[in-house]
């Protein structure tokens, strides 16, 4: 592979493929995304999906016995940068957040019965998830420091907490939350992973945390926009919830993390290419104090200076990857 990161002839198609698709048929639903019911929504995207599907692009981060393609973090991050220029392209090709790092998590850590059950329906798009880690009252960057107990009884886990940032929550059809079940060892060791079915009885969700992404409250389920605040009290689920084994909470974030962490990255990557073909398309076309302005001097090096950034960073995103 050269340093630029080409790929091989095979696969450049396909990424050729990929862009002219989100170009032609996903970029302009972008007008009409906040305008149409979910049923609609899904009425529209079903065949795009469909073609998404005999393309052999559909869930591309998990392996091909896991329902995916297997692409490697390589392709999956050049893939990826396409895909971010267009918030809603993600879910029309079965990748986007949460869902897909969840579907990792269940495919890592899961058993037979918990991947048919709610892996398998991820990846189809039948059931929406959210990740439910960050807590209000402890510093979110350091997960040593949760609060939130799931304590055994009997054939069941009950759950008692508070967290918020509960990212797709509001639109989930269940939760993957991270809690403490042996708050005598360290916290590596004493923290584990549960699915929460966001019906079980004592799981509220408060709202959607506001914030300078997304201010308002999400108003459709498809669309994981909302970040949001959920309080367990007394929540009961059947202790084959757990995934793995008690205390592997941490092995299992960072196997979640690691590549969902890449694929972020790429996809903010797409997107600051959109921004700068805007800023360079503006510069083109507005005229002002006697010149464009890509005329002036200051322009140009705002330009030039995010152009070298930007080349920066991706280089930075596939060499890690």
């Known amino acids: 592979m050269a340093w630029d990161f080409e790929t091989e002839p095979e696969f450049q198609e396909q990424l050729d493929w990929t862009r002219a ?8 639903l972008e007008t009409i995304d906040l305008e149409v019911t979910d049923e609609q929504w899904n009425a529209l995207t079903a065949p795009l999906k469909q073609q998404v599907k005999d393309r052999g692009l559909w869930a591309c981060h998990l392996d091909p016995e896991l329902g995916g393609q297997g692409f490697g973090q390589v392709k999956l ?14 879910a029309i090709f079965g990748n986007n ?14 058993n037979d ?10 990846l189809a798009g039948e059931l929406r998830s959210g990740f439910s880690m960050t ?38 059809d269940f939760l993957i939350a991270m809690v403490v079940t042996n708050p005598d060892v360290h916290p590596y060791q004493g923290s584990s992973m549960i699915v ?4 079980t009885p004592g799981l509220e969700i408060v709202r959607d945390v506001p914030n300078m992404h997304h201010p308002y409250p999400g108003q459709f389920a498809r669309h ?45 990557i797409g997107q600051s290419q959109r921004a700068l073909d805007m800023m360079c398309e ?32 991706r280089l930075l995103c596939l060499h890690a990857a």
Do not use: C
């Open 224 to 268: 994981p926009m909302g970040h949001s605040e959920v309080i367990y009290r007394d929540v009961r689920v059947p202790a084959e919830n757990l995934i793995g084994n008690p205390g592997d909470g941490f092995v299992l974030a960072q196997k979640r993390l690691g590549p969902g962490r890449i694929h972020h990255a790429m996809r903010w």
């Open 77 to 90: 991050g050049l893939m990826h940068e396409i895909l971010g220029r267009s918030s809603i392209a993600p």
């Open 135 to 172: 807590e209000p009252d402890t510093a979110g960057s350091d997960p040593t420091l949760l609060e939130t107990r799931a304590v055994r009884d009997g054939d069941t886990w009950v759950i008692n907490g508070h967290k918020w940032f509960t990212s797709g929550g509001s639109g989930a």
């Open 196 to 199: 929460v079915p966001t019906d």
């Open 113 to 122: 019965e918990q991947k048919k059950r709610w892996m398998e329906p991820l």
């Open 282 to 313: 503006r510069a083109l076309s507005r005229y002002a104090h006697g010149s464009l302005l890509a005329e002036k001097q200051m322009v140009q090096d705002f330009i030039a200076e995010t152009r070298i950034d930007i080349a920066s960073a």
């Open 97 to 110: 957040a949460p869902d897909s790092g969840n579907a990792e998590l269940l495919a890592i850590g899961g």
């Open 21 to 28: 698709f989100l170009d032609e048929h996903i970029l302009p």
